[in-house]
């Protein structure tokens, strides 16, 4: 037999459920914060390389774009912006790779060589060039996006 105190809980459960983000939406929202302070950090560094180079505004402009998405699709989580999200988090890959071939020159092997350096030799002296690895933060932004984004990981 069902008493009003076990009504009460049970509405009071469901009150708080509805409330509740769930955690794909939470994802979104630390995204779009992870955006921002990646176009704030890009922008700092990129300070002087965008005078030479255009291509350098590319990850400042996509980051500030993905924040605003992020925060629009956090207000408007559904099946269509989900839908949307993901060729866009399938777009960092290609921001990530286009800013790793650049940071690098196109050689592959100097960034292993320089990996392995970085761990077995302590006297290693730190260079001035772009940060090698930097670029592929976008990779792991877009991964989280995408498993976010995922049909399977949404009710």
Known sequence: MTTSRTIAATA???ARSETRWPVTRVLI????NGFVGLAMDIRVEHVDVVHDHAIAWLPII????MALVCLTAVAVWNGIM????LPLFLLS????GIGFYF???GHLQRVIRNSVRAWTDPYMSHSDAPPQMAPLAFGGL??????ASLR???S
């Not at 996509?62 to 774009?65: L, Q, T, V």
């Not at 890959?93 to 990530?96: D, Q, R």
């Not at 877009?142 to 498993?147: C, Y």
Request: aromatic share 12%; with cysteine; net charge positive.
């Open 12 to 14: 009071r459960t469901d």
């Open 29 to 32: 929202f630390l995204l779009a």
């Open 62 to 65: 996509y980051s500030c774009a």
């Open 82 to 85: 989900r839908r949307l999200m």
């Open 93 to 96: 890959f290609v921001i990530g």
């Open 103 to 105: 940071h690098n020159h």
């Open 142 to 147: 877009g991964m989280i996006g995408i498993l």
């Open 152 to 154: 399977r990981f949404n």
